[in-house]
C-alpha cells in the first residue's frame, strides 16, 4: 500500500497505463494472428491486405513504447517473407 499522496498517485497511474498497454498489446498480437493465419489459408490476396493492415499497427506500438522497435523489424520481415513464400 502507498505510505504518501505521490505513491498513491502513482499506484493510480500504473494501473490506468497497465490496461492500456494490456489493450495494445491485444491489438498487436491479434493483426499478427490474422497475417499468419491468411498466409497458413495460401490466400496471397488476404495476407497481403492483412500485412498492409497491420504494420500500421506494428509501428504504433514501437511509437507507444509497447514493443522495441527492433521486435517490430523482425514481425514485418518473418511476416513479409511468409507472404513472398507463397505461390
Known amino acids: ?21 494490456v489493450v495494445m498489446r491485444s491489438r498487436l498480437r491479434s493483426a499478427l494472428r490474422t497475417v499468419t493465419q491468411a498466409i497458413a489459408s495460401g490466400k496471397k490476396d488476404d495476407a497481403q491486405s492483412a500485412y498492409k493492415t497491420a504494420v500500421p499497427v506494428i509501428d504504433t506500438m514501437v511509437t ?7 521486435k517490430a523489424a523482425r514481425h514485418k520481415s518473418r511476416l513479409a517473407l511468409g507472404i513472398k513464400a507463397m505461390k
Not at 64 to 70: D, E, F, M, T
Open 1 to 21: 500500500m502507498a505510505n504518501t499522496k505521490s505513491a498513491e498517485k502513482a499506484a493510480r497511474q500504473a494501473v490506468v497505463r497497465r490496461t492500456r498497454n
Open 64 to 70: 507507444k513504447g509497447i514493443i522495441h522497435k527492433n
